[in-house]
């Protein structure tokens, strides 16, 4: 069982960062691969980023280029650094882990980007 809780949400106006962190209650070292997704109102939870533990990551085309996400298997933590933040990107972010197959998610963080 993995617990995951995400912390670094907030309000931010367009074109500002933020820096999301999701911490693990267990090792993530063997978890592939670790991500983010979103859900914004009315919408679909949707892929953000992932990254395996080789370093590998997949990116939805509207975030590259600002999104950039990365993990530190030591303090078993994914982090995603979010830049040029744009109205469209409000949603809640969610941490996801991906152990064998089985899926675990986090609480969420809510990200408000105002025009």
């Known amino acids: 069982q993995v617990q995951l809780v995400e912390s670094g949400g907030g309000l931010v106006q367009a074109g500002g960062s933020l820096r999301l962190s999701c911490v693990a209650s267990?090792?993530?070292?063997?978890?592939?691969?670790m991500g983010w997704y979103r859900q914004a109102p009315g919408k679909q939870r949707e892929l953000v980023s992932t990254?395996?533990?080789?370093?590998?990551?997949n990116a939805a085309d509207s975030v590259k280029g600002r999104f950039t996400i990365s993990r530190d298997d030591v303090k078993n933590t994914v982090y995603l650094q979010i830049n040029s933040l744009k109205p469209e990107d409000t949603a809640v972010y969610y941490c996801?882990?991906?152990?064998?197959?089985?899926?675990?998610w986090g609480q969420g963080t809510q990200v408000t980007v105002s025009s």
């Open positions: 267990a090792s993530i070292f063997r978890i592939n691969p």
């Open positions: 990254i395996t533990n080789g370093g590998n990551i």
């Open positions: 996801n882990a991906n152990e064998w197959g089985k899926l675990y």
